[in-house]
């Protein structure tokens, strides 16, 4: 359903809005995330060890996913594996709370184009189906916690993506508005939030997911950040610069 935003325009104070989803987009939590799931996994005596390099794209499907996956090529049937990953699914939260940053790492130019989109007078702010309080914690130890104005996890809201209230409530709550706002991810559930949302879609080519950015037809793709202002700046310009039409 394309959400219909009643919100003033941006001549009525609202700036323009940029969201970020994190995983895959932000940072590079890739690491982490497997060791958590190898990790709870070796801790249960069940399940085949995740590798770093071949499984980047399944830590960005959550930690189910990594923890199903790994004791489905231990030989169990997916109706059993995906039981006993949910079963594991608490100890894997703790485990990777513990080290959420040990080796994630935002990639390169993320600082410096977060920097330049709030000095244009943009307001930023996190959309992940991550749960709140890693999502919150994550971005504090990554010195990020203050450039966001709102930050919405997974369980924030009743709803999460691709359902775009969840990106309609982020936008609101950062002070912005549909109408001129964009969201910035790298898996097809952005692209599909943000179709849904009817806002362009920035798809980063260099994210854990394993889906082709150029086979979701986003609005814009970006191979570094260095990039994202200006793009931005062409799908979302300033009031009185053509700003796009919303409905």
Sequence with gaps: MLLQNVAPARGAGRPRCA???????????????????????????????????????????????????????????????????????????????????????????????????AAAGWALAVCTNKPQRLAELLLAELGLARRFAAVLGADALPVRKPDPEHLRQTVLRAGGALHSAALVGDTVTDRETARAAGVPCVLVDFGLSADDPRALAPEAIVRDFAALPATLERLVPAAGQGARNSS
């Design 19 to 117: 969201a970020f989803d994190l995983d895959g987009t932000l940072a590079d939590t890739s690491a982490d995330l497997l060791g958590a799931a190898n990790a709870a996994l070796a801790a249960a005596g069940r399940g085949a060890p995740l590798d770093p390099g071949r499984d980047q794209g399944l830590a960005g499907r959550g930690g189910r996913a990594m923890l199903t996956e790994g004791l489905a090529r231990a030989g169990l049937d997916p109706r059993r594996a995906g039981a006993e990953a949910e079963a594991l699914l608490p100890r894997f939260l703790a485990l990777y709370e513990a080290r959420i940053a040990e080796r994630t790492r935002l990639f390169p130019g993320v600082a410096e184009a977060l920097e330049r989109l």
